[in-house]
């Protein structure tokens, strides 16, 4: 029977009661995040694992693959859990090469959905983050007519709920001016701490915070830093990285993504690690 006692419990958006440690499906697929994976019995390990551990919140995208892991996805849990939210994201495609393009058309992001609806084996998603920046950083400008034609997809009962990737505090509020946002996924890591504004703001909000890289772009100084606290704790830097992104705020959600069976277990054991004040503060200490 899957555990209901997740460490890191749970945060409640909306008609949406979300695992606050997920897991993030980019890694099942390809090299890259392309093409199929190289064990395809070991990806659908971890998705079944992952329910079994408790998780309720598995994060996807079309183009992740591009396809592959939707359709992973579907093999390994399909029928779904009643309680299981999947959150994909849409306003990208690859080339036949594997580039990450923009596709942020309203005939683009029309046929996203439908591409996720259809290789997810759903009716309607729980949640669709428009991704609307660049990799690792917002793009300036307006969003409201990528937003606008999500916001009449959910009208059509596609979509149940909306979300955000890679934006500002400006373009969320946009966006909010159209139509309610869950959830807002942006780079943000102990070391990348450029969203510190964003992540309050949300929480005042009852808005999920769900950072992802949330163990990259560490500088040799600050990944010292992390391994001496690591070794203070007796536990991994990546338990540390995870776990105080946990105690960041109460509506962060982590989506750490893994191939593996082992790796996910020791993600989800990060949720319970307990990190004393002299150690947060030291942690605290490495983004300024």
Known sequence: MPSRDLPGGTYRVADLEFTRVGLGAMQLAGPGVFGP????DAAIAVLRAAVDLGIRHIDTADFYGPRVTNELIREALAPYPGDLHIVTKVGARRDSRGAWLHARTPAELR????????????SALDVVNLRAGAVEAPEPGSIAEQ??????LRQQGLIRHLGLSTVTAGQLAEAQSIAPVVCVQNLYNVARRGDDALVDLTARQGVAFVPYFPLGGFSPLQSDALELAAKRLGTTPTAVSLAWLLHRSPNVLLIPGTSSVAHLRENVTAAALELPPDATAALDAIGR
């Open 111 to 122: 046929a996203q959905v439908h591409d996720n609806l259809r290789h997810l084996g759903l």
């Open 147 to 152: 937003f606008e034609t999500l916001a009449e």
């Open 37 to 40: 994976p190289q064990d395809r």
